[in-house]
């Protein structure tokens, strides 16, 4: 098979003319940096997710670009092209990648939080009345819906002016998204309520078919694009993070994130992300089995 692109965490090669194969790695990434380290079965982890997903939403009547799993850790697709301008879309004859990720929030975490914080994203954006500070973990009062760019360097919050001018979308179709977003992402609410988890916020991708029609494509639902705290912890009043986001804590922490943050921002060389320690990598390799086995309600062996 010929390698089509290589990705953070997957690498994706040509099936055949109208089918791509998904072949999960154990790399794992945050702030869109590649960690140089291993983490054991996170690739089998979040493909077996992914699929697990993908059935479950087809059985919702939404359309996916799912076809099989030929192996724990490889996934077959239907082919969806990546175009290089979108002005020209109309004429695309096979499917195509809407450049955008659609994130929807439901708690005040992660980079929300630090936007609260810094005074970027007032409270009653969020939903919130006047004068309303909000706390880490906080169930919003509404879901927060938002749209970064997909295909840049660097994910970059976008409006909805600019959204619709970069992927073609018309409103409606927009509205479109927003609709299945929010109706996916209560079943997995559902779902996780009666596994004792909690779905804090997460990221989807789509794309249209031939016929110009939505599908949901890539991954969702994972512990790499999604959020996920431990329900009865939650209820103590602590936060059990069952997700990438325990990484991302690790490098806050340390204070490699605000140095990053500082390169990025003065368009210096970015600092190397340094590697995990060994008994780190082992921990986050166990929170992404249990993590798929209370997603999903199947045993990892």
């Not at 799993?69 to 879309?89: C, F, L, N, Q, W």
């Amino acid at each position: 098979m010929n390698l089509v692109r290589k990705g953070k965490v997957k690498e994706v090669y040509e099936d055949s003319a109208d089918t791509l194969r998904f072949v999960f790695t154990d790399q794992i990434s945050v702030f869109d940096k590649i960690i140089p380290t291993l983490v054991p079965f996170k690739g089998e982890t979040l493909n077996r997710t992914s699929a697990h997903w993908f059935t479950i939403v087809e059985q919702m009547g939404v359309l996916t670009h799912y076809l099989e799993m030929p192996s724990a850790s490889e996934m077959r697709v239907k082919r969806v092209e990546v175009i290089t301008d979108y002005s020209k879309m109309d004429i695309c004859t096979k499917g195509y990648l809407i450049p955008l990720e659609f994130i929807c929030r439901h708690y005040v975490a992660g980079s929300l939080l630090d936007r609260v914080k810094s005074g970027k994203l007032p409270p009653e954006e969020l939903g919130f009345p006047r004068g309303h500070i909000p706390k880490h973990g906080e169930r919003l009062p509404q879901p927060f819906f938002e749209v970064t760019t997909k295909l840049e360097k660097v994910d970059r919050g976008l409006g909805l002016d600019e959204a619709l001018k970069i992927s073609g979308l018309t409103r409606e179709e927009y509205e479109g998204v927003k609709e299945t977003v929010l109706k996916i992402d209560d079943r997995i609410a559902t779902d996780l309520k009666q596994r004792g988890l909690i779905h804090a916020d997460g990221k989807k991708e789509f794309a249209f078919d031939s016929n110009r029609d939505l599908m949901i494509i890539d991954t969702f639902g994972t512990a790499d694009e999604d959020r996920f705290w431990d329900a009865k912890a939650y209820d103590e009043g602590r936060l059990v993070e069952l997700s990438k986001e325990f990484v991302r804590q690790h490098y806050r922490r340390t204070g490699y994130l605000e140095r990053l943050e500082a390169a990025r921002g003065s368009k210096k060389p970015e600092p190397p992300i340094p590697p995990l320690p060994d008994d780190l990598r082992d921990q986050v390799s166990r929170i992404y089995i249990d993590i798929f086995e209370r997603l999903t309600g199947q045993k990892f062996g």
